[in-house]
């Protein structure tokens, strides 16, 4: 079981990520990048340089930024230890506590809030000469040997959001961004795949050696990409990079369309393409319908149009082996290779920026599961016993 300071911390991470993507979608400086654990918990740099360290505080129950609050020292701490490395972040960087704490009045934060930066630095140092607060101690230490001008230097810079968002309503606050990017009704959709990507970005930049930044333009290009995909012209794409899928987990009524192709003596590889497309197609069918983006007659359309354009296809195949006067099975075959590859190099698309080929290609392959085309001119003959034996069961 996770103990509840175990997901507390949990939830301290999640909030740090999603508060990053709330950041850089405000930030007003869009030659500013973004990073995660990079420099700080969040920070924004200008070509390498950090003009902003962020550390980020979430809190499950109320709490107060005192002057004896562990998250205020800890952060200076924090600080301390970065000015010491780069002494030159004092001429250039902002230092910003958002925290979901609230501010007491007359505090040292409330006094930074208001920019009475000498009262800040008066009460912090009573604090660090007189508290007995053993958890907070080393902080104190070490704020007593930091130079007087360096530390009212870090005062001064210091900025501190307080009674910020927590990470529900960071959420919220997400989605008032996204708001004008797409129709009303798709902004949740959209807000969630944003996220989805923010949150694989992120996971991918603390795995790597060198953190990696992101910039307002790449988030801004992903929101075109994604919202643009919620038009009346447009579908979601979803599942290009799906995990595999094996043909034995499939159910054997939705195998037919693979001993269709077997019919024309296809091997492996392509039997993998085509049920790949096959599971995506019908994954993504499902969540076009569970998303509302689509109703079933708009998909019943599109079927009955790539089956007129199969037919006419089908049409010629018939007529090319009739000039054969018996065509053995081998020129079936080869006419069969000859119509599904044909079939398959169609672009017929549910809409017309729908450019995914797995849309039409798996869509197909679903309509030669239920016989309705098929390639092998003879394929409904050979293949109706297990039509049959589905409507069986």
């Given amino acids: 079981m996770v103990s509840h300071n175990t997901s507390g911390q949990m939830l301290g991470y999640l909030y740090q990520v999603r508060y990053a993507l709330n950041l850089l979608m405000s930030s007003d400086d869009p030659s500013y990048q973004i990073s995660i654990e990079k420099f700080d918990d969040i920070a924004f740099d200008k070509e390498g340089t950090p003009v902003q360290l962020i550390q980020a505080k979430h809190h499950t129950t109320p709490a107060s930024l005192t002057d004896v609050s562990t998250d205020l020292w800890r952060t200076l701490n924090v600080w301390f230890d970065a000015i010491s490395a780069d002494f030159s972040l004092l001429d250039h960087t902002d230092f910003v506590i958002i925290t979901t704490a609230g501010v007491p009045d007359n505090s040292a934060a409330e006094a930074i809030q208001n920019q009475k930066y000498q009262k800040a630095y008066d009460r912090l140092n009573t604090v660090a000469e007189d508290s007995t607060n053993k958890t907070n101690a080393k902080f104190y230490n070490k704020f007593r040997q930091t130079d007087k001008n360096i530390l009212m230097n870090l005062v001064k810079r210091i900025k501190i959001i307080s009674s910020a968002s927590d990470i529900v309503n960071v959420e919220k606050d997400i989605q008032k961004q996204m708001r004008y990017s797409c129709k009303p009704e798709h902004v949740s959709m959209a807000t969630e795949r944003i996220e989805g990507w923010w949150f694989r970005e992120s996971v991918q930049a603390l795995s ?186």
């Fill in 208 to 393: 790597s050696v060198d953190p990696t930044i992101t910039t307002q333009r790449q988030l801004h290009s992903k929101i075109y990409e994604i919202t643009r995909q919620y038009g009346d012209d447009n579908l979601p794409i979803e599942f290009w990079d799906l995990d595999e899928i094996e043909e034995a987990e499939l159910d054997p009524k939705d195998r037919i369309f693979l001993e269709q192709l077997r019919l024309l003596q296809y091997k492996s590889r392509s039997l993998r393409m085509a049920l790949q497309d096959y599971y995506k197609a019908s994954m993504q069918r499902s969540s076009w319908l569970r998303q509302g983006l689509v109703f079933t007659n708009e998909l019943d359309t599109y079927e009955h149009r790539l089956k007129d354009a199969w037919e006419h296809a089908f049409a010629d195949m018939e007529e090319e082996l009739k000039d054969y006067e018996n065509p053995t099975e081998q020129e079936k075959i080869k006419a069969g290779k000859e119509l599904y590859r044909r079939v398959m190099d169609y672009d017929i698309r549910i809409r017309s920026r729908v450019d995914a080929s797995y849309v039409m290609q798996g869509t197909y392959h679903r309509l030669a599961n239920n016989l309705i085309v098929g390639w092998h001119v003879d394929f409904f003959e050979k293949l109706k016993h297990l039509l049959e034996g589905v409507n069986e069961q």
